[in-house]
């Protein structure tokens, strides 16, 4: 059982660039979420997830696109990378929004 | 939006109890109250929750206030692999609100 997985762990891009996180549960959740964290802060909360073919958006959801196709897979999506998404992203899921939240091992972002 | 306040840092000695407080004083009646921490370099991990009474397993206990306005969670011998991030979260059952402060960063020393 690998709970919540993500990759990659590092990325480094370049202003203008374009890539997509990806994150993936293997518990049946159906809530996923996507949080970013710059340095000495707590989570912003990006785009969620209540179950395949649903998503909406967080507290700073501009710049990030988000798709869920699958309950297992909710990749997060950059179209043109900023210096300002500079940071670790992380992703979540739950088997319900009052349910314990299981995170992923996290990936850094470098935007040059 | 259900905001929590906790302190920026708190400071142990290793084999003590640690009380970390956390305000919530414009909580609902169906706000659960969650505490994850985050240890360093990894992504955060569930402690425990609850919603009126006290909560105990195997990793803290959870003593939340009989008015809800504030909790606190108390780990019963501290150790260095309890040094993390620790953030008190309030659980309003809306998925847009799920909102994680700075937390309390807990030192622990020998």
């Known amino acids: 059982n690998a709970g919540v997985t993500q990759t990659p762990k590092f990325q480094v891009l370049k202003t203008g660039q374009s890539m997509t996180l990806q994150c993936a549960q293997d518990?049946?959740?159906?809530?996923m979420s996507w949080y970013r964290q710059d340095p000495g802060m707590g989570l912003r909360l990006i785009h969620y997830?209540?179950?395949?073919?649903?998503?909406d958006q967080g507290e700073v959801p501009n710049g990030y696109n988000v798709s869920r196709s699958t309950t297992e897979d909710f990749p997060l999506r950059l179209l043109s990378a900023a210096p300002s998404q500079t940071s670790v992203y992380f992703c979540?899921?739950?088997?319900?929004?009052?349910?314990?939240?299981?995170f992923g091992p996290g990936t850094r972002l470098l935007v040059l | 939006d259900a905001k929590t306040t906790q302190p920026n840092s708190m400071e142990s000695n290793e084999e003590e109890p640690v009380h970390l407080p956390c305000n919530h004083s414009?909580?609902?009646?169906?706000?659960?109250i969650h505490w994850y921490r985050q240890l360093p370099s990894q992504g955060p991990e569930y402690v425990i929750h609850?919603?009126?009474s006290n909560v105990n397993n195997r990793m803290a206990s959870l003593a939340i206030a009989e008015d809800r306005k504030s909790s606190t969670l108390i780990l019963h011998r501290a150790t260095l692999r309890d040094a993390a991030v620790y953030y008190c979260?309030?659980?309003?059952?809306?998925?847009?609100?799920?909102?994680f402060g700075t937390g309390t960063r807990l030192q622990v020393t020998l």
């Open positions: 979540a899921s739950s088997a319900g929004l009052r349910e314990t939240q299981y």
């Open positions: 518990m049946n959740h159906e809530y």
């Open positions: 997830s209540v179950g395949a073919g649903i998503t």
């Open positions: 414009t909580i609902s009646g169906t706000d659960y």
């Open positions: 609850g919603l009126t």
């Open positions: 979260i309030l659980n309003t059952g809306t998925a847009s609100k799920l909102t």
